[in-house]
């Protein structure tokens, strides 16, 4: 069974670069149908698409982000990295990876498993 | 940039209504809809993808349609474990859009 973990610091100070990573059990990681993304989720607000990639390293950012991420991907550790550099109070979010099929013969391209989401709070 | 706009933001219903969100997008997207339900403190789980596919496991009392731009998700005879915040979500080019939310709340 597919299993997605996020890790990282739970508090980033201000205009400090924020580093999380997720590693994936349970699926091969390097199948070429699927891409791996970062979503997060304010407190009490809604969803946003941080950026997606590939496993073979292939990225997709946010327009509206885009300055400040960067998506790598660690097939031979079966992870995926997020860096955001220069953080904002703003920034302080539920931080999830998830999958998205998006090639194939009947793709979703929608993210169906998800982790559980880390916690990253933004202050000095 | 394709936009979602989703509606209600709030919707009040009872155990055994049936209720319809709405999501409209700036622009075509085909059928690259999905639908997520997400309860306090936990991931959003898929719903719907592909505008109107059942994922697996999820209870065939929820549905998606789709009419040109706007995308309709329908829960009939609502049940108390349906009472959560749902989101739309749409693919275009390699890229990810959310609608705003629903809160499904009892009344």
């Known amino acids: 069974q597919l299993q997605l973990q996020e890790s990282g610091p739970g508090l980033v100070k201000p205009s400090e670069t924020l580093s999380l990573t997720c590693t994936v059990s349970g699926a091969s990681f390097s199948n070429n149908n699927y891409y791996w993304g970062w979503i997060r989720q304010p407190p009490g607000k809604g969803l946003e698409w941080i950026g997606s990639?590939?496993?073979?390293?292939?990225?997709y950012y946010n327009p509206s982000l885009t300055s400040r991420v960067t998506l790598s991907v660690d097939t031979s550790k079966n992870q995926f990295s997020l860096i955001w550099t220069s953080v904002h109070a703003a920034d302080t979010a539920l931080y999830y990876c998830?999958?998205?099929?998006?090639?194939?013969?009947?793709?979703?391209?929608?993210?169906?498993?998800w982790g559980q989401g880390i916690l990253v709070t933004v202050s000095s | 940039d394709i936009q979602m706009t989703q509606s209600p933001s709030t919707l009040s219903a009872s155990v055994g209504d049936s209720v319809s969100i709405t999501c409209r997008a700036t622009?075509?997207?085909?059928?690259?809809l999905a639908w997520y339900q997400q309860k306090p403190g936990k991931a959003p789980k898929l719903l719907i993808y592909?505008?109107?596919n059942l994922e697996t496991g999820v209870p065939s009392r929820f549905s998606g349609s789709a009419s040109g731009t706007e995308f309709t998700l329908t829960i009939s005879s609502l049940q108390p474990d349906d009472f959560a915040t749902y989101y739309c979500?749409?693919?275009?080019?390699?890229?990810?859009?959310f609608g705003q939310g629903t809160k499904l709340e009892i009344k």
């Open positions: 592909k505008a109107s």
């Open positions: 979500q749409q693919y275009h080019s390699y890229t990810y859009t």
């Open positions: 998830a999958r998205s099929e998006v090639w194939g013969s009947s793709p979703k391209r929608s993210f169906d498993s």
């Open positions: 622009q075509t997207i085909g059928s690259w």
């Open positions: 990639l590939s496993s073979g390293g292939t990225t």
